[in-house]
């Protein structure tokens, strides 16, 4: 089972790109760069159901708890968001109906629809490089909270696949404030769960995306099999 969040930076026409440049919104305040093509090509391989978010994380963060502040964020590192100043209750609850729900809604049938077959949960991501003027040196991150034993095993493999630097909750932890996913679709169910994080730089191209597609299928397959 698979899931990627953040995997587009579409904006509805109606919201005349939140008041950002089509640059802005091309960069990682955005979106997750290279996450969906790494989500897409894994899927492949492993012939697993991929669920794709279709609009960016600024018209409302499909990862985010809808009470969470940065639900739909007014600044993100540095940017203000202009379309998502002075928000009212009612358009926030259109976004909320229009994609948040959806989105939710469709790994929920999902779920429930695979309930007498095993199944993990892999959230994928991507960051920055750089935040807030903070280098950040992981190449790739493993994320999760309640579900350390399969989290070892993710990072277990991937340091033995690696030379490069792997994240233990880098270069974020789950949190229920902050995080959705995992918390409602993943632990709520008691099924095993993590949230991958890839470096951008890494996904810049379809060199990158095959080869951290093909290291992160055959990593997924040393556990599961």
Known sequence: ??????????????LNNLGLSDEQLSSHI???????????????????????SNYSRLVID???????????PTIIDGTVIPGNAGLSA???????????DPYH???????????????????IHSFTPSLAGVERP???????RLDATWAAQWLATLRGS?????????????????????PVHSEARQLPGVMLEIRQDKLQDQDGVQRWSELTAQCWLSMVC
Request: glycine share 4%; with cysteine; aromatic share 6%.
């Open 1 to 14: 089972m698979l899931l990627c969040d953040h995997a587009s930076n579409r904006v509805p026409a109606c």
């Open 30 to 52: 955005g979106w997750d760069p290279g996450a969906a093509l790494l989500a897409k090509a894994l899927a492949a391989r492993l012939d697993a159901p991929l669920l794709l």
């Open 62 to 72: 499909c990862n985010r708890p809808p009470t969470a502040a940065d639900s739909i």
């Open 90 to 100: 009612d358009d926030a609850q259109l976004r909320r109906s229009s994609l948040f």
């Open 105 to 123: 809604d469709a790994i929920r049938q999902l779920l429930d629809a695979r309930d007498t077959r095993a199944t993990r949960l892999l959230s």
């Open 138 to 144: 992981w190449s790739v991150g493993v994320c999760y």
């Open 162 to 182: 690696l030379t490069d630097s792997v994240g233990d909750n880098q270069p974020y932890e789950i949190e229920l404030h902050i995080d959705y996913t995992l």
